[in-house]
């Protein structure tokens, strides 16, 4: 099955500073990776989602890159404020069966010091 | 629109005891999902439902965990006996049948003494 792995575990930035996560996956099948915040005891939300079909997608300061051949992706948060301290989960998707097959990664915690 | 509703939100039982989870997914959504939250890990699926069948269980501990979706609509969780790890929260969550997008709800927090 498919396997995603993401790193780092933890990560502290200043308030303004970049943020990068990333993530790998294995099965080459994955076509769809949605990232997910979730904010300490609330539920995941999508973030921002990004298509084999497309190697980059920005939305304001968030941003998210594929590359498909090294089966690796990214997500990247520019000038960082401190309610965008959370737990980033990134996920990979596949049609299996003719079904909708995620499986995600085991998240990162994001702090940024105002 | 109203989001995925799931009930109830916190829930503390002791070891073999028994307990049930339910969830309303958001309306017109097909696929519903239960997922596992460990402390400090990533969702894990349970059991994914396509209107009233199922289409993955395989890491579902069938001897201890059932789910059922009777009318296509709402879902329930049953923890039959628990264990104590099997504290964590559990998250529901649901899609369109032909859209990847998931969307959770806000999970019980299960805590087993």
């Known amino acids: 099955g498919e396997n995603v792995e993401q790193h780092p575990s933890t990560l502290s930035v200043q308030e303004g500073d970049s943020a990068v996560i990333k993530c790998t996956y294995s099965?080459?099948?994955?076509?769809?990776f949605p990232w997910y915040k979730q904010e300490l005891g609330k539920r995941p939300q999508l973030i921002i989602d990004?298509?084999?079909?497309?190697g980059e997608k920005k939305d304001q300061r968030i941003a998210v890159t594929l590359n498909k051949t090294a089966k690796h992706f990214s997500l990247h948060i520019t000038e960082t404020q401190p309610e965008d301290s959370a737990v980033y989960f990134c996920?990979?998707?596949?049609?299996?069966?003719?079904?909708?097959?995620?499986?995600f990664g085991i998240g990162t915690k994001l702090q940024v010091i105002p | 629109e109203a989001g995925v509703a799931q009930s109830p939100r916190y829930k503390i039982i002791e070891k073999r005891q028994s307990v049930a989870f339910w969830c309303n997914p958001i309306?017109?959504?097909?696929?519903l999902y239960w997922y596992q939250q460990i402390l400090g890990q990533g969702p894990k699926l349970l059991i994914q439902?396509?209107?009233?069948?199922?289409?993955?269980d395989s890491q579902l501990p069938k001897d201890r965990f059932s789910a059922e979706r009777l009318k296509g609509v709402d879902s329930t969780l049953k923890i039959q006996p628990a264990k104590l790890e099997d504290s964590a929260v559990y998250l529901c969550?649901?899609?369109?049948?032909?859209?990847?997008?998931?969307?959770f709800g806000p999970g019980t927090r299960l805590l087993v003494l």
């Open positions: 990004i298509r084999s079909n497309v």
């Open positions: 996920a990979a998707s596949m049609k299996s069966g003719g079904y909708q097959k995620v499986t």
């Open positions: 969550a649901s899609s369109f049948a032909s859209e990847e997008t998931q969307y």
């Open positions: 309306s017109g959504h097909a696929t």
């Open positions: 099965d080459s099948a994955s076509n769809y």
């Open positions: 439902f396509q209107n009233n069948g199922v289409v993955d």
